[in-house]
């Protein structure tokens, strides 16, 4: 088994590299628990600390009283309202083989083999207790330093997940933790640059920050997970009795039947396995679907379920022994933003991309991350050579999450915006949030002729980005319409060109010709619409001349066009007319095979404001199917496009991404953590070849 991760600890080598670590690891623990900006990020501050204890085993008489080593929150916050009982924290492990060693000590502890482990997500956010009397929910305190915490009872109504009334009468205290979703933190960071604040850095900071704000003129929504339930002094007798009892995972389903909100209805529940290898496979399970979770998680926490073998293991005066954290690899780090770069795609938007100073996460170098649009870069307040925390996560893009604002020496430098058009010099459109050049699709002609010509769109062999620049050189093409006029001594007068190439992108052409309505339409460009909403549209409308009477209203039909996007899609086509015109005269399909048109008005939106549209039919008829892996077999030579339209011409709805919707997960050789998640989700998989006879007939 591979380990997840090691993290090395710092190098102390002298008395006074030790009194500067602590001076550090104090500071940064201070801004984690109160959401301040750290100089750290967590796995520089996870170094520092195992540095620290490292030092303090070799010199046990020089261990400084401030030092973050056995104490709760590092010992860098405190409290003043009394726990009941220690809200403790939780011992790391990095690796399979440190939590095999914790699983032994754990038996010596408990005496005999612990068989029962809860396995759960380790939620990143911060630990609150939620007080209720009566079942009505009275006051909210932070962690503080375990024995005493801060009262944040003005967040009361704030936090979903926790109700201010349970369902039944009871006196209970919920511990648990508080954090914003990765949509709760774009907005909160929306709302708070609105009012002149600066954005946290990550959703932890934020969560951290607005917990414990007092006098904010706005407020923004947190979410609470529920991970222990307990006693108070005046809960009833036999209740309490009940709440020492129960086992861990029997207290969650409690915390949930009163109304609580738990891990329970994630896409990682809590679950109860039996050996240290099942749960090292449910790490690595809950480790695979991260990337893809709303909300963040920084480890995995395994827990003794039995409340006896909780007893018998016992608590320190930092962590219970009972339980441990199995941290997962970083996905943020703090590194440089040295450069903007402008880059203008085949769209002719203008976007700018951020160039770091090389940093690793989670084992890639990172260098560049995506920037939005300008308004996002003046959103955010960056600057160049400011210190920025990067998220990187799965295979996504990685992002800027923010400056680190304290970190500036007074040397970072504004953000230049381009006054023209990096690549051709024209002017700059700036009536939209992602800046255009004025010469739109034309700027970047060879990009966009390109694409159209690409694999996925018209599919024109031979018509490579080397033969396109030629054709743009020559004069010979000046947009997409040019192409289906090319003649054959005017390829023939071109280098490179000789009888057979010619006739053979002659006849490419002419078979691109016949291409459904959809790649047509993504061949032309639109904005905002890439491959699947294409399909969508063209499976609508059906035809071109309908796709260009509708208004925006009636584009906002279509499913995933809300009312943002309606209006700048009809601008676009009718901006296209004349082209469209062209492609049209010159014999372009403008029709999509097996669509048929929405009835005119009456077509009314379903309440979650899509429309249901003609009721399909075929084999994958009502199905949502993600495609995932290699494919083999006669599914083999299909680009991931290809198979979305094959579910498409069946009947069904392709989607990229596995959720509850999801009802078949096509798995081919390598899949991932998308077959990872439909196996948890128990949702139904099949290999390439059992797909391929279901959609018998339509293939090809
Ligand atoms: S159980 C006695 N379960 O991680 C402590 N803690 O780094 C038992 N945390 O203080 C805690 N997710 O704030 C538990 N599923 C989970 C958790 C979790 C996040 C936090 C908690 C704890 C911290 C330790």
Redesign the pocket.
């Known amino acids: 088994m591979m380990p997840l991760m090691t993290v090395p600890a710092a190098v102390i080598v002298d008395a006074a590299a030790y009194a500067q670590a602590v001076e550090d690891a104090v500071s940064a623990a201070a801004a984690y628990y109160t959401g301040g900006s750290s100089h750290l990020d967590d796995d520089a501050y996870d170094r520092l600390v195992r540095g620290i204890a490292a030092w303090e085993a070799e010199h046990p008489d020089g261990i400084r009283p401030d030092s973050p080593t056995g104490k709760v929150a590092g010992g860098a916050v405190e409290g003043d309202v009394p726990h009941t009982v220690p809200m ?3 011992d790391n492990v990095f690796s399979s083989e440190e939590f095999t060693a914790w699983t032994a000590s754990l038996a010596r502890r408990t005496g005999r083999d612990v068989t029962r482990f809860g396995v ?4 990143d956010g ?2 609150v207790a939620a007080r209720y009397r009566d079942g009505r929910l009275t006051r909210l305190i932070t ?1 503080g330093d375990g024995t005493a915490g801060e009262d944040v009872s003005h967040a009361i109504g704030t936090v979903q997940g926790l109700p201010e009334s349970l369902a039944e009468p009871v006196t209970v205290e919920v511990r648990g ?1 508080v954090l914003m979703t990765t949509a709760q933190f774009e907005h909160a960071n929306e709302v708070r640059t609105a009012h002149g604040g600066q954005p946290f850095a990550n959703p932890r900071n934020a969560a951290a920050g607005t917990l414990r704000a007092k006098e904010r003129s706005y407020t923004v929504p947190m979410t609470f997970f529920g ?2 339930l307990l006693p108070l002094p005046d809960t009833d007798a036999a209740l309490a009795a009940d709440l020492t009892e129960l086992a861990h995972s029997d207290l969650m389903s409690m915390a949930a039947g009163l109304g609580v909100h738990t891990s329970a209805r994630t896409a990682v529940p809590d679950v109860v396995v039996e050996t240290p290898e099942q749960v090292v496979a449910r790490v690595q399970e809950i480790a695979a679907v991260r990337a893809e979770l709303p909300f963040g998680i920084d480890g995995v ?1 395994v ?1 003794a379920d039995l409340a006896a073998d909780q007893r018998a293991a016992g608590s320190g005066s930092r962590a ?1 022994r009972w ?1 441990v ?1 199995y941290k997962l690899p970083a996905v943020e780090k703090i590194t440089r933003l040295l450069e903007v770069e402008w880059n203008v795609g085949r769209t002719g938007i203008i976007a700018p991309r951020a160039v770091l100073e090389p940093v690793v996460i989670d084992g890639s170098t990172i260098t560049y991350a995506t920037l939005h649009n300008p308004a996002d870069i003046t959103r955010r307040g960056l600057r160049l050579g400011d210190h920025v925390m990067v998220h990187r996560a799965g295979d996504v893009i990685p992002r800027i999450e923010a400056p680190v604002a304290h970190l500036r020496t007074g040397d970072e430098q504004p953000i230049a915006f381009p006054e023209r058009c990096p690549r051709c010099g024209s002017g700059i459109d700036t009536s939209e949030e992602r800046w255009r050049c004025a010469q739109g699709r034309n700027c970047h002609l060879v990009a966009s002729l390109a694409y159209a010509a690409g694999r996925d769109q018209l599919d024109i062999e031979g018509l490579g980005a080397t033969r396109v620049v030629q054709l743009v050189e020559s004069g010979l093409v000046a947009d997409l319409a040019d192409l289906f006029a090319l003649r054959r001594e005017q390829l023939l007068s071109l280098e490179r060109m000789g009888e057979t190439s010619t006739d053979n992108l002659l006849a490419a052409i002419a078979k691109a010709k016949e291409q459904p309505l959809s790649r047509v339409l993504c061949a032309l460009g639109v904005r905002g619409t890439g491959r699947s909403m294409s399909r969508r549209i063209a499976r609508h409308f059906a035809t071109m001349e309908n796709i260009r009477a509708a208004d925006a209203d009636a584009m906002q039909r279509v499913e995933g066009i809300g009312s943002e996007k309606a209006p700048s899609i009809v601008a676009e086509i009718a901006e296209l007319a004349p082209l469209i015109d062209r492609l049209a005269a010159a014999g372009v399909n403008m029709t999509e095979p097996g669509a048929t048109p929405p009835p005119a008005a009456d077509a009314v939106p379903d309440a979650d404001g899509t429309s249901a549209g003609p009721a399909a039919d075929g084999p994958l008829a009502g199905m949502t199917v993600v495609v995932t892996g290699a494919m083999t077999g006669i599914l083999e030579k299909l680009t991931r496009n290809q198979m979305n339209e094959l579910i498409e011409r069946a009947g069904g709805r392709s989607s990229s991404s596995v959720s509850k919707k999801t009802t078949l997960v096509v798995a081919g050789e390598g899949a991932g953590s998308k077959r990872a998640k439909a196996e948890q989700l128990g949702i139904r998989l099949s290999t390439p070849d059992e797909f391929a006879t279901l959609v018998a007939g339509l293939v090809g």
């Open positions: 403790l924290s939780l759960g997500p380790k939620l911060l630990a962690r933790e991970y222990g926490v827990k219970p339980a954290a």
